[in-house]
């Protein structure tokens, strides 16, 4: 989790009764110029003083701040003419680098915090537990991105009213942070793709990049009597941690972070691993759950793998192939990847996603054949 506290840059004017520190939770550093602004800002001018580089901090109302963030998004999100039609490897990396720019954009409107989490404006909601939650105690007043401080409270609604998962007739509740499992389809393939005949003899797995922890419960769930989960992310361990807990499976979970495979670990009967679907470099924390960069968690679940089973021991890869579509990653791309790993594929399960993206039916959309061509499949691995 990328996290940054950085003085202000200091300006001719007063930014708050009370020294403050930047606060970016996605790494964006301290903006280079920062002006005061209120509801005499129209939002045109507003705009254009954020798409070249400067900052508002606000110092009207918040309700104000929120409709003249709105309008703002309105402007940027406007259509950009393109003079050649796209293939689909640049219409989505295009699709990327305009959701960048809009964000890049739309955080320079500023707000800001005091050491108790409270947001010094006007007619301000309390955010107290979303901001205790999402940035910890904090020992200074903070000035942060009204974008960024949005995402925190939504986030905090998702984490107290959680995540309806089917396949445990139960909620998960995502911490700030950490990637929610909003995708049902690839839990359902886990729940129910046949165990490997060595978790008969040896009920144990290992969750590769477990994030919220929900595939850990669900093999827990099954039977399976230890499922060691790893993670890079402390709150995804914690998130972990908190929903088995929640759903009484604590007792058979138990988290490692900072590496993949998790150091010194038996071998088992049953590996895991639901990498980021998409190739490419994430451009935030949340990103980290979507983009995999070079591959290499892809890469490093495979090449690991034939070392850590049990004999009659299997690895489960759940994988969109939305890359394919895009043109990121081939199919022959992926075999030869298993195939150099020392692996061969025992068996594929595959589902078509439900969410809202695949289903929408807006073809303006650069994404929406890729979308609606997806399939999510659960590939089973051994040793070759």
């Not at 406007?78 to 989505?92: G, I, K, L, N």
């Not at 942070?177 to 359902?188: K, L, Q, S, T």
């Not at 949340?286 to 034939?306: C, E, I, K, S, T």
């Not at 022959?332 to 594929?345: I, K, M, N, P, T």
């Amino acid at each position: 989790m990328s996290d940054t506290h950085r003085p202000i840059t200091t300006a001719p004017f007063a930014l708050s009764a009370l020294p403050a520190t930047w606060h970016s939770e996605n790494g964006t550093p301290p903006p280079r110029r920062l002006i005061a602004a209120d509801d005499s800002l129209r939002a045109e001018a507003a705009y254009r003083l954020a798409c070249e580089g400067t900052a508002l901090l606000w110092q009207g109302a918040y309700p104000d701040a929120l409709r003249l963030l709105h309008a703002m998004r309105r402007r940027a999100e406007r259509p950009r003419p393109r003079s050649v039609p796209d293939s689909p490897a640049e219409a989505f990396r295009r699709h990327r680098r305009e959701r960048a720019r809009q964000a890049r954009v739309l955080g320079m409107l500023l707000v800001p915090l005091d050491t108790d989490h409270r947001v010094r404006l006007d007619r301000a909601p309390d955010v107290r537990e979303a901001g205790l939650a999402a940035y910890g105690p904090l020992l200074d007043n903070r000035i942060v991105s009204l974008r960024e401080l949005l995402g925190v409270i939504g986030a905090h609604q998702w984490r107290v009213r959680g995540v309806e998962v089917p396949a445990l007739g139960a909620r998960i509740h995502p911490h700030y942070g950490v990637f929610a499992p909003v995708r049902g389809e690839y839990v359902d393939l886990v729940a129910r793709a046949p165990l490997p005949p060595a978790a008969l003899t040896h009920p144990t797995a290992h969750d590769l990049g477990t994030g919220t922890g929900v595939l850990a419960a669900v093999l827990a769930r099954r039977g399976l009597r230890r499922v060691l989960a790893t993670d890079t992310n402390p709150r995804a361990l914690a998130c972990a941690r908190d929903n088995a807990r929640r759903l009484g499976v604590a007792d058979r979970i138990e988290t490692a972070g900072t590496t993949l495979y998790p150091p010194g670990a038996d071998r088992t009967a049953l590996v895991v691993c639901n990498p980021p679907w998409l190739p490419g470099r994430p451009a935030s924390p949340l990103d980290q759950g979507v983009y995999d960069r070079d591959n290499r968690m892809l890469h490093g679940f495979l090449d690991g793998l034939a070392d850590r089973l049990l004999p009659g021991g299997e690895g489960w890869l759940i994988l969109s192939d939305l890359a394919e579509h895009l043109g990121l990653r081939t199919r022959a791309d992926l075999l030869c990847a298993v195939s150099r790993a020392g692996l061969r594929v025992t068996g594929r399960l595959d589902t078509r996603p439900r969410h809202p993206r695949a289903t929408a039916t807006d073809l303006s959309n650069p994404l929406h054949h890729a979308r609606a061509g997806e399939v999510t499949s659960l590939w089973r691995l051994a040793p070759a």
